[in-house]
């Protein structure tokens, strides 16, 4: 009597299974749950004892597991706590819109002026197979060096959102515009 009711319960479920197969006559097998296998070494979670369940990925050995993250207000917050949020990367003013469209602009920059620098050790180097001047290695070799001086400045500014940043910032114009007034312009 009980396989009777089964059968006539999975009937409609059974129906679509022979349509989609195209008219099979015999029964899937049943589909039972399993008890998960904890892994070696591994403690049981809870909830694993019931059937179907299974560990989440979180509590599996093989996966370092996430740091807590901490908040504090800000009254709590002082000169040790600003330093080591430095040290791990976390910077305490996001900057302004100015501060960033300036950075941005001092960053192209410092990036022009290592693309002439580059742009003239090219020029040279086909002045030299021509058997001409070309523009000279002392030309080259300031260029070189302000650019270089540019984009670590540069790089400095990008990671200080303070006023050091800021007087970096404004080192890399001197060391652009420097090099543009003259070797260009004067």
């Known amino acids: 009597m009980t396989d009777q009711r089964n059968d006539d319960m999975d009937m409609p479920r059974r129906a679509q299974q022979e349509a989609v197969r195209g008219g099979a006559r015999h029964r899937p097998a049943p589909q039972t749950l399993r008890r998960p296998r904890p892994a070696a070494g591994s403690r049981p979670v809870e909830g694993a004892e019931q059937p179907g369940t299974v560990p989440s990925r979180s509590e599996s050995p093989t996966r370092p597991r996430r740091q807590r993250v901490e908040w504090r207000d800000e009254d709590e917050f002082d000169a040790d706590d600003a330093e080591a949020a430095a040290v791990r990367g976390h910077r305490g003013a996001a900057g302004t819109r100015i501060g960033t469209w300036f950075r941005g602009l001092t960053g192209s920059l410092a990036l022009g002026l290592l693309l002439v620098a580059l742009a003239l050790i090219g020029v040279q180097v086909w002045a030299t197979r021509q ?10 070799v300031s260029h070189a060096v302000a650019a270089v001086l540019a984009l670590v400045l540069q790089r400095f500014a990008d990671r200080n959102r303070d006023r050091r940043g800021a007087a970096a910032l404004l080192a890399v114009l001197v060391a652009v515009f420097g090099t543009l007034w003259f070797w260009w312009w004067a």
């Open 131 to 140: 058997g001409q001047d070309g523009p000279g290695t002392t030309m080259i």
